[in-house]
């Protein structure tokens, strides 16, 4: 295939396929990258624009096959406009610990801006938004910045663009963000490794600690169906109309349907098993080493693990006071997420009845998945009340632990 041959496979929708043998290895020359991307933003810029200067960066190499471009003029003026083209090579999103991964090998650090991944994340006065901001909690867009329907869970670039767009709330206001910040930390994962984001997780978690699930979607027929259980709140579907666009029924019914195993969900459909959670939060328990291997570094851990803040803050989503590090919720003095006498536990709630946790002054990880999703009711007391269990029959570490 010849240069003129690459430049027509591109369509007018920006989707185009990169060819064998124009590179060294799997990479492809950033000559020839650079002009693919020029020649379709030609297509866009009006006729006669005059080009003053050029710049390419790369956030990781590209290799030959499919591509799709995409072109959007940023300023123009009568003498001077600015424009940028972008092109990605298939579609994924992200976890927290795998942005982690990505700073413990150097792609990308915690204060770099999103614009350096995701330009177009800088509208409307969201230029300082830092990827830190996004994994505690305080990037000020707790939810998607018009009225949508559940069912925009199938379409996640249409979230992404939405969230693009929007005008944030306020920087640095802790206000949990239930599914918002995930979709963007995805597309920054996306760009930095360039594959789908379950092969990411193949590739560092799944595979290495031998997992059969522990997938975005694509679990087929063997998933459990989720039913709305319980006492009916107005709350709780008021909070979930605010953070995904649905009542508790309306959200069990997405979350059922067979489009949701074929989409990827950052923060929404992880599936695993109650032992392979609880594998995976005794992983880092153990400074990052599962059955030999090295998933995380001790260093990348910790980072994951330090408190945002040194005392929790008001929560203006939850309503309620609560610490968050780079990823996780944590446990605080006295009574907090894990149940009293806890401090220094560390986990995260899921969809209402999903609460996975770990507890390194007892060495005890613990994972519990449920498929009825009672609104409220008498759950969340049960679910204290088990936890204050636990920790009352456990002894810390420098003791004896009892098994339970």
């Known amino acids: 295939m010849n240069f003129d041959e690459i430049l027509a496979t591109v369509d007018g929708q920006g989707n185009g396929v990169m060819p064998e043998g124009w590179g060294q290895g799997r990479a492809l020359f950033g000559g020839l990258v650079g002009a693919v991307l020029f020649d379709h933003l030609g297509k866009t810029v009006a006729a006669g624009r005059t080009l003053r200067s050029f710049s390419l960066s790369f956030v990781a190499p590209m290799a030959p096959g499919p591509i799709s471009l995409h072109s959007e003029v940023f300023r123009e003026g009568k003498s001077v406009m600015q424009a940028m083209v972008s092109a990605r090579q298939e579609g994924q999103v992200v976890a927290a610990m795998l942005v982690h991964h990505l700073v413990e090998t150097g792609q990308l ?70 599914i918002t ?63 995904v666009g649905g009542s508790i029924d309306e959200v069990v019914e997405v979350t059922n349907d067979d489009r949701f195993q074929d989409i990827i969900v950052p923060a929404g459909n992880l599936y695993a098993t109650a ?53 996780f919720m944590l446990g605080n003095r006295g009574m907090g997420m ?38 409220v009711g008498p759950h969340l007391p049960a679910l204290f009340g088990l936890q204050h269990t636990i920790n009352r029959h456990t002894r810390l570490r420098d003791s004896s632990p009892i098994t339970v």
């Open 109 to 178: 650090e915690l204060d770099d801006p999103v614009t350096r991944y995701l330009p177009k994340y800088g509208q409307n006065g969201k230029g300082r938004t830092t990827i830190r901001h996004l994994l505690t909690h305080q990037a000020g867009i707790p939810r998607p910045p018009a009225q949508v329907e559940p069912d925009i869970l199938y379409r996640p670039q249409e979230i992404i663009d939405l969230l693009c767009a929007a005008k944030p709330t306020g920087l640095n206001t802790q206000a949990y963000h239930a």
């Open 181 to 243: 910040a995930g979709f963007i930390l995805g597309a920054i994962v996306e760009a930095v490794t360039g594959e789908d984001l379950n092969a990411t997780l193949d590739r560092v978690i799944r595979q290495p600690m031998g997992m059969k699930y522990f997938t975005f979607g694509q679990t087929g027929a063997e998933r459990a169906r989720d039913v709305s259980t319980g006492v009916p709140m107005k709350l709780v579907d008021l909070f979930l109309t605010y953070a």
């Open 275 to 327: 032992e392979e959670a609880s594998r995976f939060f005794q992983m880092l328990l153990n400074d990052g080493l599962y059955n030999g291997q090295q998933i995380f570094k001790p260093e990348t851990v910790a980072r994951a693990l330090q408190p945002a803040y040194h005392r929790p803050r008001f929560d203006r989503s939850l309503f309620l006071p609560l610490n968050f590090s780079s990823g």
């Open 338 to 375: 894990f149940g009293p006498g806890a401090p220094h536990a560390f986990g995260h709630l899921g969809f209402i009845s999903i609460y996975c946790w770990a507890d390194p002054q007892r060495d005890l990880s613990g994972a519990l998945l449920t498929t009825g999703k009672g609104v």
